[in-house]
């Protein structure tokens, strides 16, 4: 074989070695490629499970917070108003029947719900001890309950001895967990914002 031989039997043997490479690189593309596309599917599929699970843990948190807001609101409704009319002055009861103590506890509004002479109050400065304020810091659970003696005036700030047949009372208070409500006989509680400090 002379030279020119050599040089067609070299160029066969690299085009066959160009050519195998040249499969061989399709092959492993074509593997690689089938290899990313299930890499995609595991990855979209594993993107809809953590997605169904935020969305399950998602659920049992508003079932777990719309629990807590009921037994909230039931506990709420365990704190009861009295109303009686008592030499010149209105009798108001607050009475903590439930079973966690509320604090800050104020009275926030008495008034007549008839016409006369009625435009404010105030706690009666005659009566002494707790039954002079208007606020209390806290109330026990189950037992607890203070009594505020109030006064209705007139538009000067006078006491008006005689008193209406019936009154509106709004009490404000805190519950244990730091929620705030407003409860008024025949209006039960219902959450509210804090008052500002």
């Known amino acids: 074989m002379d030279a020119g031989d050599w040089i067609a039997v070299g160029a066969v043997v690299v085009s066959v070695g160009a050519a195998v490479i040249s499969v061989w690189q399709a092959r492993t593309a074509a593997a690689s490629a089938e290899h990313a596309k299930v890499q995609a599917r595991a990855a979209v599929e594993a993107n809809a499970i953590a997605r169904q699970q935020m969305q399950r843990e998602d659920a049992l948190a508003q079932q777990a917070a719309a629990e807590a807001q009921a037994l909230a609101l039931r506990e709420a409704e365990l704190v009861d108003l009295e109303v009686a009319g008592n030499g010149g002055s209105i009798q108001i009861g607050i009475a903590n029947r439930s079973s966690r103590h509320i604090t800050d506890v104020e009275i926030v509004e008495v008034k007549a719900l008839e016409d006369g002479p009625w435009e404010a109050w105030r706690p009666n400065p005659n009566v002494n001890g707790q039954l002079g304020r208007a606020t209390c810091r806290l109330i026990e659970a ?32 805190q519950d244990a ?15 509210i914002e804090a008052p500002p400090p």
């Open 142 to 173: 189950r037992t607890g309950r203070i009594s505020v003696a109030a006064w209705l005036l007139d538009a000067q700030g006078t006491h008006v001895p005689r008193l209406p047949q019936t009154v509106h009372v709004a009490v404000r208070f």
């Open 177 to 191: 967990d730091g929620q705030w409500w407003l409860t008024s006989r025949g209006d039960g509680p219902h959450r």
